[in-house]
């Protein structure tokens, strides 16, 4: 797992790199469509936020980085002019559904996990400063802020239990 989050580090640092020295890049979404930077940006954000929200140890100094350095390129796109911080529109319910589905996920793979109340309150403090901007990024590069799997749908299942044997 830190190896995946020591390369998506790299990445938002040359995303942050090549978007401070060309504001412009922030208006262009990819090369690749239905794929937008944004997207990705959002979706290494949830996930590093979950670990760090929900997972108990010590050595998540990876993680620790990787939310540092999505967050620095988040600081980046909120001075964008054409950037406006949206108010927090995920509804309460679903935040609790994905945080139960990721909390239970982790307990199953066996990783020590912080009590529900504690990880959900760690949840909220790392997302209440991004979710806004990223939805702000989203509306002003007209690219919905949400993982779409069928532009490539896989032939096979993702869970490990799924597995043909």
């Known amino acids: 797992m830190f190896e ?14 090549s978007h401070t020295a060309y504001p412009m890049l922030l208006t262009f979404r990819s090369r690749q469509p239905g794929r937008p930077w944004s997207v990705g940006l959002g979706i290494v954000l949830e996930a590093v936020s ?16 990787l939310y540092r350095r999505a967050v620095m390129v988040l600081d980046t796109v909120r001075r964008h002019r054409q950037v406006t911080v949206a108010a927090m529109p995920v509804p309460p319910d679903e935040v609790e559904r994905r945080l139960r589905a990721v909390y239970d996920d982790f307990v199953a793979d066996g990783l020590p996990v912080r009590p529900l109340d504690e990880a959900r309150d760690r949840l909220h403090a790392l997302r209440a400063d991004d979710v806004p901007v990223l ?30 044997s």
């Open 4 to 17: 995946q989050l020591r390369s998506w580090e790299a990445w938002c640092a040359d995303v942050y790199d």
């Open 135 to 164: 939805l702000g990024l989203s509306e002003a590069m007209l690219a919905p802020l949400g993982f779409r799997p069928n532009v490539r749908p896989l032939p096979v299942s993702a869970r490990p239990s799924d597995a043909p």
């Open 50 to 65: 979950n670990v760090l929200a929900v997972v108990d140890r010590s050595d998540l100094g990876p993680a620790k980085s």
